[in-house]
């Protein structure tokens, strides 16, 4: 190893120690003298920009004072012209000129005309049409005898500032005859002032005697309707500083402030311009300490430096034995070229070393690379297997969740219809961005119904044979269509460009439908290999939906059964005592009155004697039909015994179902009754009315109490309406049956 050099540098003087004293006897000094004549002239050009910026806000007074004067004078020019259409009784017209007056940018807004008595004849703003400004103070100003009025400024809709400004106008006699008004857009006044007087870079702003903004140009950060700052040196809301000048000027009572402010950098634009000179100066000043610089450094700092360089380069070359030796110049030179030599030493003795260990590292190196690699690619394609494995369960974890939802809705609802509509709504959630349609058998099973479709509608038939769906035929999915290569397509699928998987829905080993996807616009992940992973989604959820739809049809026949009469149709008796027992319970919290309506069919045993059970069944029927047509959706019709009919009138009162159960039984006896062609003899009804509370407290004393009305409608003769003793019917009007039998009851004829 090279031993350590120790260069002698005492007594040289350092780069520091050169640099300070150039700038010490050549720069303060000039700075100095530069600094106060630029103080000189930036105190000079403030008091001219500020002479400036009053003459510039006294010019924008009088433009806006000339602009308020025109305004006036325009409106006279308008009341000239809109007087003859208004005594002409014009409004046509006087709405049209009122329009073109309004038309553009102009000073004026709002034209508006009235009568004498203050209401708006002629506007062509539609808002005050027809209102009247009676009682506002333009208006009892100009109906006092004043012919022109003023009004202070104001914040109109949209932060508008403007003031109002009538004239009257009068009739030929010269009596009052109504007022011509409109209002100055102080902010286009502002505007035309500032584009004729003002600087591109002026700030002009208007204020109301209590400082709040009215009007300001430009106004980025909208001010308008905040207090005004307007000192000196204050800040716009973009940040730069401004002097501001302010004049006066009075308007309709009350007085205006007009700022305009200038960004100081005009002033500092201005100041550049008068002390380039001193500039140019220092920089001739500049030069000179910089070549003295140049001739000092040369001496003492360049030579050594070169030194330093080319021993530098020669070692990064390959050179060890390279040194730097005596370089002389300053002190801190010389000490940096001996302990250049020393590192050089040193670097010398580690590089022998080095190169022992490096032929032994890239050895290891070679081998560490080669294991690391075979590794990483099989690491990467185990990553690549077990993404898939997990997207895959991920997936069909997510498609069973949905499908549970659907069915767990589906088992939810109470008919095919409201499950149909599941099935529109939550499809496209099992398969993204698909149509298709759900078919079931009608009862005939002669053919298949579409009850649901999602997606697009036009895709699969209405309605359809089995045989026409190749996967009802199989009892298994099938692919048909673009991608269902050498498959028969079904003919259920109206579109032959569709690529369609259908799945049959099987309940107990029998076919109850079909399910039918389209899946053109499904990604080939979703659809996998040949389709089998569609095709077993949708055979999965086929047979879950299956059931839960069989489930829903199973659950409406039941209740069909459990709640309807089988012969005609209506409501069983069973029904009808829950109706009357829930109908009760809520006219008790209502209020409400509820009306029991019993109908019993006239001598209906001797119908059965003389035609047969048959011809009894036909008019049954026949006559529940008529029953349900005529009452209200809300009444709840039941077949109640044998010819025996009870029908609920919700929120009916006793005379107003006499009335109506009057008009029925008028429709009942005038119907024509026929069984097997033949026409049956004429048939007549008796009707008992209760209404509850009036007639009975509970539920079996409201059903004896219409019992008790109908017994007594067959006791007076039948053919007739009777009520409860609870309130007094109307008059009956005479039966429709002149046979009369006093004997007769109300079961007596066969009930």
């Known amino acids: 190893m090279a031993n350590k050099t120790k260069p002698n540098s005492a007594g040289r003087p350092s780069i520091v120690t050169i640099l300070v004293g150039s700038l010490v006897l050549f720069l303060l000094p000039t700075i100095a003298i530069v600094a106060a004549f630029i103080y000189e002239i930036q105190r000079s050009e403030t008091n001219q920009t500020l002479q400036y910026l009053e003459t510039e806000a006294r010019s ?79 208006f009892e100003a100009l109906r006092l005898g004043g012919r022109l009025f003023m009004g202070a400024p104001t914040l109109g809709p949209n932060n508008r500032p403007t003031a109002p400004l009538a004239l009257s106008w009068r009739a030929p006699d010269d009596s009052f005859a109504g007022v011509v008004g ?6 286009v006044v502002l505007a035309k002032v500032r584009s004729g007087y003002a600087l591109p870079e002026s700030v002009v702003m208007m204020t109301d005697s209590t400082g709040v903004i009215l009007a300001q140009i430009p106004d980025p950060g909208g001010s308008i309707g905040s207090q005004a700052k ?62 003295l610089g140049l001739w000092l450094s040369s001496y003492f700092v ?50 022998e070393e080095n190169e022992r260990y490096r032929g032994a590292l890239e050895e290891a190196r070679d081998d560490l690379e080669a294991r690391v690699k075979e590794r990483t690619q099989e690491l990467a394609l185990m990553t ?57 058998f009608a009862e005939t099973r002669s053919e298949l119904e579409t009850v649901a479709r999602w997606g697009e509608q036009d895709a699969f038939a209405e ?108 409501h069983n008796k069973r029904f009808a005592d829950d109706v009357v027992a829930k109908e009760m319970a809520r006219s008790r919290r209502s209020h409400q009155p509820v009306t029991l ?26 006559m529940a039909g008529l029953i349900e047509h005529f009452f209200r959706y809300e009444d709840v019709c039941s077949r109640y ?42 048939i007549t009804v008796s009707i008992g009315i209760a209404t509850f509370p009036d007639d009975g407290s509970s539920e079996d004393a409201i059903v004896a109490a219409a019992e008790a009305a109908l017994s007594t409608a067959k006791h007076d003769g039948r053919d007739r309406v009777a009520a409860a003793p609870g309130a007094a019917p109307p008059e009956q009007p005479a039966p429709f049956s002149t046979e009369t039998e006093a004997t007769d009851s109300p079961k007596s004829d066969g009930a």
């Open 60 to 138: 924008l007074s009088n433009g806006i004072s000339n602009e308020i004067n025109e305004a006036q004078l325009f409106m006279r020019l308008a009341r000239r012209a809109l007087t003859p259409l208004i005594e002409r009784g014009d409004r046509t017209g006087c709405e049209a000129v009122a329009a073109e007056l309004e038309d553009g940018e102009g000073t004026l807004k709002r034209f508006y005309v009235t009568d004498s008595s203050g209401t708006v004849v002629c506007t062509a703003d539609t808002a005050l049409s027809g209102e009247s400004i009676a009682s506002t103070s333009a």
């Open 182 to 187: 409109a209002e100055i857009d102080l902010a």
């Open 230 to 291: 307007t000192g000196p040196g204050a800040p716009f809301v973009d940040g730069i500083e401004r002097d501001w000048s302010q004049q006066q000027i009075p308007l309709g009572g009350d007085l205006l402030t007009l700022s305009v402010g200038v960004p100081r950098s005009i002033l500092e634009a201005r100041t550049a311009q008068v002390a380039w000179w001193i500039i140019a100066s220092l920089a001739a000043i500049l030069v000179v300490a910089v070549i």
């Open 302 to 351: 360049r030579r050594p430096v070169r030194a330093l360089v080319g021993a530098a380069d020669k070692l990064g070359s390959g050179d060890r034995s390279a040194r730097a030796g005596s370089v002389g110049g300053a002190r801190e030179l010389a000490t940096l070229g001996g302990a250049f030599d020393h590192m050089a030493a040193n670097l010398d003795a580690r590089e």
């Open 384 to 440: 690549r297997k077990a993404e898939d494995r997990a997207d895959t369960v991920e997936r069909r974890f997510d498609q069973e969740i949905r499908l549970r939802e659907i069915v767990t809705l589906i088992q939810a609802s109470k008919d095919l219809e409201e499950s149909a509509e599941i099935l529109r709504a939550r499809m496209q959630d099992l398969f993204p961005g698909t149509r298709g349609s759900l078919a079931l």
């Open 463 to 570: 309605t359809f044979t089995p045989d026409a769906c190749w996967a009802l035929r199989l009892g298994s999915a099938h692919r048909s269509g673009r991608h269902g290569v050498g498959n028969p397509r079904c003919r259920h699928i109206e579109d032959p460009e569709l690529d369609v998987i259908c799945a049959p829905i099987l309940v107990q080993g029998e076919a109850r439908g079909v399910i039918s996807v389209d899946l053109s616009k499904m990604t080939e992940e979703m659809i996998g290999r040949d389709g089998e992973r569609a095709m077993s989604t949708l055979e999965t959820a086929a047979a879950s939906i299956g059931i839960a739809l069989y489930n829903v049809r199973l659950r409406g026949a039941l209740r069909a059964i459990t709640i309807r009469d089988t012969l005609t149709g209506l």
């Open 597 to 622: 309506v019993r109908i019993d069919i006239d001598r209906f045993k001797a119908i059965n004697d003389e035609f047969g059970f048959e011809a009894g069944d036909a008019v049954l029927r026949e």
């Open 641 to 682: 015994g044998g010819q025996d009919f009870l029908i609920v009138m919700v929120g009916a009162t006793k005379i107003d179902a006499i009335r109506r159960c009057n008009t029925l039984r008028g429709r009942l006896n005038d119907h024509n009754y026929f069984y097997r062609g033949m026409a049956l003899p004429r």
